[in-house]
């Protein structure tokens, strides 16, 4: 006789849960198929497995991102649009026991606010910087950013992003591992479970970054938006991987000893 | 003698926005979407026999439907979730 679920569970062991006292579950109201409260988990993740969601102050920008702030569970500012590095900033400074994260989306950090996220890695402020880039605005509806690829349609690029007219896409990631403020830079994806693996290291080691004081540290998550993209929900993440990760190279621009040694 | 990795999930279907994403990931195929609506109105992803608790599903899921996996071979992290 074969046995029940319940029969079966409780001979087998609880592998994977949750992060329940980082995240607050519940429904969110993200499109179908959406990459960003996947980059969220893993953040919720990584900031369960250090124990200091009492101890952290998240600044968000604006997007649909901003609606995902009910899930996590600490302390929050939502900044103006593009402005959260400058805001965190004035938290950090005034707080120094505190760990500060801003989440931004594309159109917040590099089409509106990019010369905040510059300078702030210029000065080496110490707080760590989550880019969320899905190449679209998704909140409006999908129009072009600044990290739309070349040949891509949007609804303000009618015939794909040509680079005589729109120019080329900024790769945020080594755009500020060349400063010299920046502790860490590195580029993930949620596109596969490999892939999530992979950023969950790298979210773990900015954190730890900033935790030892080494200064400005910069996670770029390459997100999901099928809506945005006028595609089913299962094809974003075979389009993802063969056109976007090719011009957006996944890894590690900079790291610093001490981070490597202890990750 | 290597051991047959049995597994199972706890899936909350009436958080599921039906994006198949856990269909085309599952590395045994042994989720499918279900006929019916959750009350949401969406299609869900149903459990067949021979779960291999990979934990592929829940980390590929945007809406969190996956709460728990349970497998006979413990990773790392069992000891510490328990």
Redesign the interface.
């Known amino acids: 006789m074969p046995m029940t ?1 319940e029969q ?2 409780e ?8 992060p329940k006292n980082s ?1 607050n ?4 109201h ?9 980059a969220y ?1 893993i953040i919720g993740e990584i900031i369960e497995e250090m124990g200091i969601q009492e101890n952290l102050i998240q600044v968000a920008g604006i997007g649909c991102y901003s609606a995902l702030d009910v899930m996590m569970q600490n302390d929050r500012i939502n900044a103006l649009h593009g402005r959260a590095p400058s805001v965190a900033t004035g938290v950090k400074r005034m707080l120094p026991d505190r760990f500060v994260i801003t989440i931004q989306g594309d159109g917040d950090l590099v089409s509106e606010g990019i010369a905040e996220a510059v300078h702030c890695a210029a000065r080496g402020e110490n707080f760590t910087v989550f880019l969320l880039n899905n190449m679209v605005n998704g909140e409006t509806g999908g129009h072009m950013t600044a990290t739309t690829m070349v040949g891509h349609k949007t609804k303000s690029t009618l015939q794909g992003r040509d680079a005589k007219v729109h120019g080329m896409p900024i790769k945020t990631a080594e755009l500020l591992a060349q400063l010299e403020g920046t502790a860490y830079s590195a580029r993930g994806s ?1 596109h ?2 490999a892939a ?2 992979r950023t969950k290291r790298m979210v773990r080691k900015a954190l730890h970054a900033q935790r030892d004081n080494l200064g400005f540290s910069f996670v770029e998550i390459l997100t999901m938006c ?1 809506t945005g993209w006028f595609m089913e ?2 094809e974003a ?1 075979q389009f993802m991987e063969d056109t976007m990760t090719k011009y957006f190279t996944l890894g590690e621009f900079k790291v610093p000893e001490a981070v490597e040694a202890a990750a | 003698m290597p051991t047959k990795a ?3 999930v706890d899936l909350d279907i009436e ?1 599921c ?5 856990c ?3 599952c590395p045994v195929n042994v989720l499918e979407m279900s006929r019916e609506f959750n009350t ?1 109105g ?1 299609r869900y992803p149903i459990l067949l026999d021979g779960c291999t ?1 990979c ?2 599903c ?7 439907c996956f ?6 071979i ?2 790392k ?2 000891a510490e ?2």
């Open positions: 679920k079966a569970k001979q087998l062991k609880k592998v994977w849960s949750l995240v579950l519940g429904t969110h993200m499109c179908p198929g959406c990459g960003e409260p996947m988990r949620v596969s479970p999530i693996i099928p929900t299962w993440p | 049995i597994g199972t958080i926005k039906g994006c198949e994403l269909i085309k990931v949401i969406f608790g934990e592929m829940a980390l590929i899921c945007p809406d969190f709460t728990a996996i349970y497998r006979n413990p990773n992290r069992a979730i328990q």
